[in-house]
């Protein structure tokens, strides 16, 4: 018997009903793979990893695979019409399918949270070619979007069954980014709670978090947010809510334009922001303007960093402190022409958080966005 207070189930970890290894790739549906995968190699610095299409034998659709350390993107298009891809790109423009998680038993993952009440997305199936097997299986989460569990420990191709490697003369550098730090998801009016009920019921995560709109409104633009995380850190997915504002919720404007719930952004980890961000801006890729004055009281704030502050308030890099450390993010603008998806990229310094002493500055800047388009 353990003196502990936690239950003896919990100490053996028999708790983690779903253990996770980290995120193993997202899959995009665009309307055009092709020119997608150009321009996150050219603009984010990815690298052209593997394919599938008509030529591997896919014949309703093409996916470029595409890498950076250890962030893999999977771009994928319908090659005709009458397509569940094509649906999807219709009702949402190009936006987020799949989060994909790494596990080492995916049948053993989908038998766990279908029993909990996971939709099935797919059952476990086994690919298999010459250089080994993938298993792979999904349930349904919020919106059109699922999660794939991969179990590729038996695996040692390029990526997996079904894709030819994908050489390209086109190597542009790297810009620094590392992996998925946390996966937003935005979801309708009062459906927060039910969804972090299923990341809690059905997938085991926990509640780390949470932001009300006394934490996260500004004059117009309120959103509710919590926090979900696996049990070992590995995959965080904060749920927003739109909640009463003055005027239209950020969350709602997204909700509008995706045609319902879905992934509003994807934080990815650096370990140098001002480089990679300078280099970002270089290649064309458009942050969230913050005003001049943010910088004259942040330090006030945060207290001490290690970096200048004028590089970081040149390129508009918010910080902010919590008890372990401190955090420098930024927020790209949307990544396509509906005001949906978009990127953060952040730099973790001890701070395991999320930017809630930016959030003000954050929404502001947001919300001018929003009223360019009309949108508040
Ligand atoms: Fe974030």
Same mark, same amino acid.
């Given at each position: 018997?353990?003196?502990?207070?936690?239950?003896?189930?919990?100490?053996?970890?028999?708790?983690?009903?779903?253990?996770?290894?980290?995120?193993?790739?997202?899959?995009?549906?665009?309307?055009?793979?092709?020119?997608?995968?150009?321009?996150?190699?050219?603009?984010?610095?990815?690298?052209?990893?593997?394919?599938?299409?008509?030529?591997?034998?896919?014949?309703?659709?093409?996916?470029?695979?595409?890498?950076?350390?250890?962030?893999?993107?999977?771009?994928?298009?319908?090659?005709?019409?009458?397509?569940?891809?094509?649906?999807?790109?219709?009702?949402?423009?190009?936006?987020?399918?799949?989060?994909?998680?790494?596990?080492?038993?995916?049948?053993?993952?989908?038998?766990?949270?279908?029993?909990?009440?996971?939709?099935?997305?797919?059952?476990?199936?086994?690919?298999?070619?010459?250089?080994?097997?993938?298993?792979?299986?999904?349930?349904?989460?919020?919106?059109?979007?699922?999660?794939?569990?991969?179990?590729?420990?038996?695996?040692?191709?390029?990526?997996?069954?079904?894709?030819?490697?994908?050489?390209?003369?086109?190597?542009?550098?790297?810009?620094?980014?590392?992996?998925?730090?946390?996966?937003?998801?935005?979801?309708?009016?009062?459906?927060?709670?039910?969804?972090?009920?299923?990341?809690? +019921?059905?997938?085991?995560? %926990?509640?780390?978090? /949470? @932001?009300?709109?006394?934490?996260?409104?500004?004059?117009?633009? *309120? =959103?509710?947010?919590?926090?979900?995380?696996?049990?070992?850190?590995?995959?965080?997915?904060?749920?927003?809510?739109?909640?009463?504002?003055?005027?239209?919720?950020?969350?709602?404007?997204?909700?509008?334009?995706?045609?319902?719930?879905?992934?509003?952004?994807?934080?990815?980890?650096?370990?140098?922001?001002?480089?990679?961000?300078?280099?970002?801006?270089?290649?064309?890729?458009?942050?969230?303007?913050?005003?001049?004055?943010?910088?004259?009281?942040?330090?006030?704030?945060?207290?001490?960093?290690?970096?200048?502050?004028?590089?970081?308030?040149?390129?508009?890099?918010?910080?902010?402190?919590?008890?372990?450390?401190?955090?420098?993010?930024?927020?790209?603008?949307?990544?396509?022409?509906?005001?949906?998806?978009?990127? +953060?990229?952040?730099?973790? %310094?001890?701070?395991? /958080? @999320?930017?809630?002493?930016?959030?003000?500055?954050?929404?502001? *800047? =947001?919300?001018?966005?929003?009223?360019?388009?009309?949108?508040?």
């Amino acid at each position: 018997m353990s003196n502990s207070i936690l239950p003896e189930s919990f100490l053996k970890n028999e708790g983690d009903f779903l253990p996770l290894n980290g995120t193993d790739y997202i899959e995009f549906y665009v309307g055009n793979a092709k020119q997608a995968a150009h321009f996150y190699k050219t603009a984010f610095g990815f690298q052209s990893l593997a394919y599938a299409g008509p030529e591997t034998g896919v014949m309703d659709k093409v996916s470029y695979v595409i890498r950076q350390n250890k962030l893999t993107f999977v771009l994928t298009t319908p090659l005709r019409t009458n397509n569940a891809i094509a649906d999807h790109i219709y009702k949402h423009g190009d936006g987020v399918k799949v989060l994909a998680l790494m596990v080492d038993d995916a049948s053993e993952a989908w038998n766990q949270t279908t029993a909990r009440g996971g939709k099935t997305y797919m059952e476990p199936k086994k690919l298999e070619d010459d250089f080994g097997e993938v298993i792979l299986s999904g349930i349904h989460t919020y919106g059109d979007t699922v999660h794939i569990f991969v179990e590729r420990k038996n695996y040692n191709g390029i990526f997996m069954p079904g894709f030819r490697k994908w050489e390209s003369e086109y190597c542009p550098t790297s810009t620094g980014l590392l992996y998925v730090d946390h996966c937003v998801g935005n979801v309708g009016w009062n459906q927060m709670n039910p969804w972090v009920k299923f990341y809690e +019921e059905v997938m085991g995560f %926990k509640n780390i978090l /949470s @932001f009300d709109d006394n934490d996260i409104s500004t004059e117009y633009s *309120a =959103l509710m947010s919590k926090v979900m995380s696996n049990g070992n850190g590995f995959v965080k997915f904060p749920i927003n809510e739109p909640a009463e504002g003055k005027k239209k919720s950020q969350i709602e404007e997204f909700l509008e334009f995706y045609n319902g719930e879905g992934v509003q952004h994807v934080a990815i980890a650096t370990a140098n922001i001002i480089e990679t961000v300078t280099e970002l801006k270089k290649r064309g890729i458009e942050f969230l303007k913050i005003p001049a004055s943010y910088y004259e009281t942040v330090l006030e704030r945060v207290g001490k960093i290690d970096e200048d502050l004028a590089p970081l308030s040149d390129l508009g890099i918010l910080i902010d402190r919590d008890e372990e450390g401190y955090l420098l993010q930024i927020f790209s603008k949307p990544l396509e022409d509906r005001p949906t998806l978009f990127f +953060e990229i952040i730099q973790r %310094k001890g701070a395991k /958080s @999320f930017g809630k002493g930016n959030f003000k500055a954050l929404f502001e *800047a =947001l919300e001018r966005e929003q009223d360019l388009r009309g949108n508040l």
